[in-house]
């Protein structure tokens, strides 16, 4: 297989509402689309980031930049291989949305070739997979179970709630009071907290949530440890695992009991399912998280949702849960799961019209 180029194109996809984090509010996705051409047909793959470094280090236009600087430039014209991508960037540090973006387009492109799916390549090990959604921080309480009470009634299996300090106690308890204590009910406070707010975040052990997710900062793994000796909630780390050796070290640390894997943030789908095995070989619960990615990025994620691990419902939501129009076709809840993608790759690819619709810039780089 000979690589002839990558072409680079930017998206603006407007979101159905604002998502707002503890880190900030997103009203539209700018998404970058890597898109590898080779001898023996294309491959597709959704980069991460964000338009701004907040919830993590990368932001697009840099992703976009060591992209074509560096990574793509680092990879030979012949003969490559989806498992020599992870060797060839390794040299250069971080971005690993970049670096992920570049694999996964790679291993789409080799999948189709031999047609294989990605879920039959990371090792599925069901069709379907459970859905849950991810419920931004909103105004005021009766807008939150309003939201909350249309995602039940289409379906979700879990509800996250993001927390920051001034909107975590009393919106977990209205929600529990309001929905019953069957509701699978879990937290992420985006690393909005330090240790000194221990206590008062022990009041969510009330609530019988699943897991509170990254409740400290990136580089607080000590304090997260000791956060978990001070909680009954169960504790999951997202921003602080950016390795399988960074999961490794969480676990024989005691920092986390759940893991939250999102491909981008690791540095691919290869890295995604060695974080995988290594916390399953603990007995350690994955689930598969989100950057409220579009048809490209979720047909990747439902299919490593689906490996044996990933034993709690992830962040894997319908299309028409973050766009009103999707640049695939839409990926739909069916009795709250999501189908995994059978075709050859990803099972999608991008629909033509309504992707030249939405594109904002096209950059080809030659190899
Ligand atoms: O922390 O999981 C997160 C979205 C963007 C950035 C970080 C996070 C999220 C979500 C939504 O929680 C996940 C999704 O539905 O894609
Ligand atoms: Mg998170």
Redesign the pocket.
Known sequence: TKISGVELRRIAMPLVAP?R?S?GV?TSRDVLLVRVVTSDGEGWAEC?A?SEPR?CSEYVDGAQDVLRKFLIPALPKDGLDVQAVGRILHPFTGHNMAKSALETAVLDAQLRGVDESFGSYLGAARDRVPCG??V?IMDSIPELLDAVEAYIGEGYVRI?L?IEPGWDIEPVRVVRERFGDELLLQV?A?AAYTLTDAQHLTKLDDFDLLLI??PLANDDMVQHAQLAKRLRTPICL??SIESAADAAAAISLGACSII?I?PGRVGGYLEARRIHDTARAHGIPVWC?????TGIGRAANVALAALPGFTLPG???GSH??FATDITQPFVLSDGHLDVPTGPGLGVTPLPDLLDEVTTSREWIAL
């Open positions: 998502f984090t880190f997103e991460g964000m919830y959604v991810s931004g996250k993001k992420d985006n997710e990254q997202d921003e939250n999102k998280g989100g950057m409220l990615e962040d894997t939501s849960r973050y």
